[in-house]
């Protein structure tokens, strides 16, 4: 008896290498979920930041926009070139104008916060993936030792359908 409970020197082999398995699918799944934190944090910072350029550009075609208009009314006050009818196609294009940097900056706003919750929900999921996964690697250890059971349980089947056999001819000759 003391014989059949000694590991054979494959089954230990089998047996190390199936937990040296184990062990790198872990390790692989915990460096994956740390480089999906870092990568979802990277982005949001990026997005804070293009936030900000756009913020900052369009603050400069505001700018610019205002001193246009402010010397294009003074020139057509100075003028008395321009008709009444000219003078209100200027205010009414300085107030679209205005009214579309207004709008596109409003846009502008809306979508990357709407990007912004978008990537503090899937760093969260992220996070929560990463706390439940000690769980998912303790239920990988069982099916290991399964597998030594699976191939004694297929030998048996093999042995009992050859004496199956083995009592079918033993039938058709007589």
Known sequence: MATSKKKKPGDMLYDMFSRSMEVMADLTQATAAASMDK??????????????????????????????????????KKGD????????????????????????????????????KFLERAQKKAQTKTKRSPKKTAAKKSPAKKKTTAKKKSSAKKKTTAK???????????
Request: hydrophobic share 35%; with cysteine; glycine share 4%.
């Open 39 to 76: 990568s979802l944090a990277s982005a949001r910072h990026l997005v804070k930041f293009q936030k900000t350029c756009t913020k900052a550009g369009l603050s400069l075609v505001r700018k610019v926009q205002d001193y246009t208009e402010k010397t294009l009314r003074e020139a057509v």
């Open 81 to 116: 070139w321009m008709p009444e009818e000219g003078k209100d196609v200027v205010d009414d294009w300085s107030k679209m104008m205005r009214s579309g940097i207004d709008e596109f900056s409003r846009v502008i706003d809306k979508s990357f916060d709407l990007l912004l």
């Open 164 to 174: 199956k056999k083995t009592a079918a001819k033993k039938k058709s000759s007589s």
